[in-house]
């Protein structure tokens, strides 16, 4: 059942179906015409050489993985002799198709070479027979058609580039498809990768806003102070309502939405700032705007510069520089050393936004540079510096 099955599938392809077609009708029209047919004397000798032919010809069905090259060779080479035989005794000249069909196959299946000589020899040996009186077939039949069973290999060596310009063209296309399919997986990665980051950034810097109030609330607790741990507990909850608009502004910039770079950069200094006049937000160059994907990079690295900073320098001013360039936009985040009293919140996150920043600028060509202030009014304090070109 497995074979017949095996057998059903290779037969279905247009190659093998149309081969099977063209031998059938070959034989057919073979059994027909070729005379004369009979049991005893020529007629028995045309009736053995007419099933031999047949069989022969049916041989060309063989998968290619059955017959090497040389032995291809050799059985074309035996159905020329064949067909050869069967034209000097045919008095209709039809067994010329089996000399026909053996070049053909020949030009298809073997190299050119090969082939070129198969078909020569092929043309010399049934004008032969038909040119000498070496049967009752040369009576009857021109030398001219056995001289012209050469000529079908040219429509075979046709057939055998078209099959494997569509070989090529199939492995091409299977090659792309492959490629594609990396393709669509990497870019599937990295926009997970993205999205990972995003979804650090935003809980990051609302969680690290709430923590610290939280510890301060806990603090003013035992020192006894109410009315300001009351306030702090309240500025609490309105990060934590900041945080949840973060994350809506986050699902809205994955869905590729436009971003107003300069107002979201504003509100976010506004929101995050320890005290009311402690971020300051300074555009210089023409405001332009920016393709979606540079906006969100922008805002995803001043979110987690903003983070750090009331992480390490909890109640420090904050500067925020965004300067647009001709080829480039450049935005810078400072805050100043942390006031006397803080208490850092160094233990908080997992040390992943200075890594993922870096990740997403490679993403876009740009870079970032950060370290920690050493001289003028910010001393002490901490610089992140991000150039994306425009």
């Known amino acids: 059942m497995n074979r ?26 073979c059994a027909v015409l070729v005379r004369p047919v009979g049991t005893s004397g020529t007629g028995l000798a045309v009736l053995c050489l007419l099933g031999w ?21 050799v059985l074309l080479a035996v159905q020329a002799v064949s067909a050869a035989a069967l034209l000097s005794v045919d008095h209709s000249g039809a067994a010329a198709v089996f000399a026909f069909s ?7 299946r073997l190299a050119l070479r090969p082939s070129m000589t198969l078909a020569a020899f092929t043309s010399a040996l049934c004008a032969g027979v038909l040119y000498f009186p070496l049967g009752a077939g040369h009576q009857h039949t021109s030398w001219y058609l056995g001289a012209f069973t050469g000529v079908s290999v040219l429509p075979g060596l046709v057939n055998r580039s078209r099959a494997e310009a ?13 490629a594609a399919r990396s393709e669509a997986r990497a870019q599937a990665l990295a926009e997970r990768a993205r999205i990972a980051r995003d979804v650090h950034d935003v809980l990051a810097h609302s969680l690290a806003g709430v923590n610290m109030q939280l510890e301060v609330t806990d603090a003013l607790l035992e020192a006894g102070d109410v009315a300001r741990a009351r306030e702090s507990a309240q500025r609490a909850q309105s990060l934590v309502r900041e945080g949840l608009t973060e994350v809506q502004r986050t699902v809205r910039d994955l869905r590729e939405d436009a971003l107003p770079l300069v107002e979201t950069l504003r509100s976010m200094l506004g929101s995050a700032a ?18 979606v994907r540079l906006a969100q990079v922008l805002v995803r690295c001043a979110q987690e510069a903003l983070t750090n900073a009331h992480k390490y320098a909890p ?35 997992g040390g992943m936004g200075l890594v993922g920043m870096r990740e997403r600028l490679e993403l876009v060509a740009g870079t970032v540079a950060a370290g920690p202030v050493v001289d003028g009014d910010d001393a002490g304090g901490w610089r992140v510096h991000v150039v994306i070109p425009t």
């Open 102 to 108: 053996a070049t053909g196959h020949a030009g298809f």
């Open 315 to 349: 109640g420090a001013a904050v500067r925020m520089l965004l300067e647009y360039r001709r080829r480039e936009t450049v935005l810078e985040v400072v805050n100043a050393a942390p006031p006397g009293g803080s208490r850092p919140l160094a233990g908080a996150g």
């Open 274 to 291: 320890g005290s009311p006049g402690s971020g300051t937000l300074r555009v210089d160059g023409t405001p332009r705007e920016l393709p």
């Open 166 to 178: 569509l070989r090529s063209a199939r492995a091409a296309a299977e090659q792309a498809e492959l």
């Open 4 to 29: 017949l099955q095996a057998a059903m599938r290779w037969l279905a392809t247009d190659h093998n179906l149309s081969h099977f077609f063209a031998t059938a009708i070959g034989a057919a029209v």
């Open 53 to 73: 032919n047949s069989l022969l010809l049916c041989a060309r069905l063989l998968p290619e993985t059955r017959l090497t090259s040389r032995r291809l060779t």
